[in-house]
């Protein structure tokens, strides 16, 4: 199979983690005769310091022509002072939108090596398996007016939906409940938000073409505390933007490390843009000990949600599972009794378990 890929590496650790997982691509596509095409382009700050914007239309262009996008992250304290339509979140924000990345899945699983390194009690890590389902190109992320007013002494961000959006996102989470166990959480703030309040609606009116699919609607307040008290209550839990954005990263302690959280965004047609859960990581930017295993897990995402691939997409989950398994682990795991290793060296591991 031939593919093209757009990498968009970004900044701080993004480019450490990047190269990571095109190593492991080109090992992959070794090994099962494919042939994949690696062209790369700037987002985020990297792109502001080049073209004095988060993301030109050239590289959205690209991007658009391309088979599938791997991004590695986006930001840091350098641009933290750059006119709010120019910071590199923006850039972020616009290939989602521009894309229609309405979708974004964000598998929370827990390596059995890795139960330990959790600061939660082994007996409520184990078994954890929740898939994230977060609506990706709405909500207060995207609303009109967001802004300062009355001379700065008051501020407006907006909190909006159409009906479409909330179905399109809400159908997908029953889609991925029926390929799992069956139970979907639908997680909003309808005790406070009209908008909850019609995504409740739409929720249960969907339900009915679903009859074998559980459904519970929960707060977002009680949800962030189940999600630690309880993991293995939940299967696939479908939420709006902002809540999926902080879920997720909440999510992310009971595997150890938001270093292992790979995640999908696609469109109606299956295309699709794979990024780690985490950050550009400034504080340890450059020094060779991001763990690359949330990247290198994004890749093994594209494979099996956009390219199909699903032999080549284990093949990767294997492999990061085989290197976990005999001790090694980057900086930011701590596990009894096995090998901390720099970030070249654990793509390394992964590579040379891909046998
Ligand atoms: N998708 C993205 O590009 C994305 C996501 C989140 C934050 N950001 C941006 O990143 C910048 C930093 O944000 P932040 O510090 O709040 O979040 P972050 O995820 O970058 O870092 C949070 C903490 O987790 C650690 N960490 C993150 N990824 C790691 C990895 N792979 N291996 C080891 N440790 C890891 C960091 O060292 C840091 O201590 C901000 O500019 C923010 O806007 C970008
Ligand atoms: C960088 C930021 C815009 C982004 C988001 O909030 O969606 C990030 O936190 C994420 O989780 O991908
Ligand atoms: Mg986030």
């Known amino acids: 199979m031939k593919k093209h890929i757009f990498t968009l590496p970004g900044d701080g650790v993004g480019p450490e983690v990047m190269a990571g997982a095109i190593e492991v691509l080109k090992k992959i596509a070794k090994k099962y005769n494919h042939e994949f095409t690696f062209e790369e382009g700037l987002i985020g700050g990297a792109a502001y310091d080049v073209h004095g914007t988060p993301l030109d239309d050239k590289t959205l262009d690209r991007a658009?022509?391309?088979?599938?996008?791997?991004?590695?992250?986006?930001?840091?304290?350098?641009?933290?002072n750059v006119d709010k339509t120019l910071r590199p979140e923006q850039g972020l924000l616009k290939i989602r939108?521009?894309?229609?990345?309405?979708?974004?899945?964000?598998?929370?699983?827990?390596?059995?090596?890795?139960?330990?390194?959790?600061p939660l009690k082994e007996a409520i890590v184990g078994g954890t398996d929740i898939l994230f389902v977060r609506e990706l190109t709405g909500g207060l992320y995207f609303g009109k007016p967001s802004e300062r007013k009355d001379g700065g002494n008051s501020v407006v961000d907006t909190l909006q939906y159409t009906r479409e959006e909330i179905e399109r996102i809400v159908e997908y989470g029953f889609e991925a409940a029926t390929l799992r166990g069956n139970k979907l959480t639908s997680v909003d703030k309808a005790n406070v938000l009209e908008s909850s309040r019609m995504w409740r609606e739409i929720v249960d009116a969907k339900s009915v073409d679903y009859p074998d699919v559980e459904v519970e609607h929960a707060l977002v307040d009680s949800t962030a505390m189940k999600l630690i008290t309880d993991p293995g209550h939940f299967d696939v839990v479908v939420?709006?933007?902002?809540?999926?954005?902080?879920?997720?990263?909440?999510?992310?302690?009971?595997?150890?490390?938001?270093?292992?959280?790979?995640?999908?965004?696609?469109?109606?047609?299956?295309?699709?843009?794979?990024?780690?859960?985490?950050?550009?990581?400034?504080?340890?930017?450059?020094?060779?000990?991001?763990?690359?295993?949330?990247?290198?897990?994004?890749?093994?995402?594209?494979?099996?949600?956009?390219?199909?691939l699903t032999d080549e997409s284990e093949a990767i989950e294997q492999s990061v599972d085989a290197a976990l398994k005999s001790g090694f682990h980057t900086a930011d795991l701590d596990i009894e009794g096995g090998k901390t290793v720099s970030t070249e060296e654990m793509v390394e591991v992964v590579i040379n378990n891909i046998k």
């Open 97 to 118: 939108k521009e894309l229609g990345l309405f979708s974004n899945l964000r598998p929370i699983k827990v390596f059995d090596k890795l139960i330990p390194a959790s």
């Open 64 to 80: 658009k022509n391309s088979d599938a996008i791997l991004l590695g992250a986006v930001g840091g304290p350098a641009w933290d």
């Open 239 to 308: 939420t709006e933007n902002l809540f999926g954005d902080i879920l997720s990263d909440e999510a992310s302690v009971i595997t150890g490390s938001i270093g292992l959280l790979p995640s999908a965004s696609l469109n109606s047609s299956g295309f699709g843009l794979y990024e780690p859960v985490h950050g550009s990581a400034p504080d340890i930017a450059g020094e060779n000990k991001v763990n690359p295993l949330a990247m290198i897990l994004s890749a093994a995402m594209m494979l099996k949600y956009t390219f199909h």
